[in-house]
């Protein structure tokens, strides 16, 4: 196995954590997510029932208006997703394959499209970064978000490093 597999596997298994983090919310729930922060949270014989069902309500209309990467349900939401869970079933699939002693592939192979489908999921992504879901006044984009960039780059990048190894190490099996 090489090392930009291995980045690439790391990257996929970054990125299904990072799938699970909220990745939107409204105003709305980031103003429960505030009154859920800024009441206190008795508990015991002496604690407020009011301030106790105030933080409970709170927290779930916070919960159910954040959205993480599988929540989120427009048309280039589950395009983003099936992009992502593609990058990542292929990166984990070529660094399987590669450290159970597979040969490299000839042409693109399952590491070339990881990169693509990371690739284009970073695209997609960064786009639904700018242009939010619903109305751009009434959702924010959360941490989960522009972080997914982050494993969508090493699987991409890893995934292109161990891509051109396999293409540098194939003339010299040819040869010998």
């Known amino acids: 196995m090489r090392l930009g597999h291995a980045i690439a596997l790391v990257g996929a298994l970054a990125l299904m954590l990072v ?36 933080n409970e309500q ?15 349900d427009g048309l280039i939401d589950r395009i983003l997703l099936g992009l992502m869970i593609g990058a990542i079933a292929l990166a984990a699939l070529t660094a399987i394959a590669r ?12 590491a070339g499209l ?6 284009a999921a970073a695209i ?5 970064i700018i242009q939010e879901p619903g109305l751009d006044a009434a959702t924010n984009v959360k941490v989960g978000a522009p ?4 494993p969508l780059a090493m699987i ?11 293409d540098e190490e194939a003339p010299d099996a040819g040869a010998a």
Do not use: C, H
């Open 114 to 119: 990881a990169a693509l489908f990371a690739t």
């Open 156 to 166: 991409a990048l890893g995934s292109a490093w161990a891509l051109r190894a396999d």
């Open 19 to 54: 799938m699970a983090m909220d990745w939107y919310s409204t105003e709305q729930g980031d103003e429960a997510r505030r009154i859920e922060s800024i009441t206190d949270n008795p508990s015991g014989a002496e604690a407020g029932e009011i301030d106790r069902r105030l």
């Open 58 to 72: 709170a927290r779930e209309v916070a919960e159910g208006e954040e959205k993480n990467a599988f929540q989120a």
């Open 99 to 110: 450290a159970a002693g597979a040969k490299p592939t000839e042409g693109l192979g399952p």
């Open 147 to 150: 972080l997914a960039l982050l």
């Open 124 to 128: 997609v992504l960064a786009y639904r």
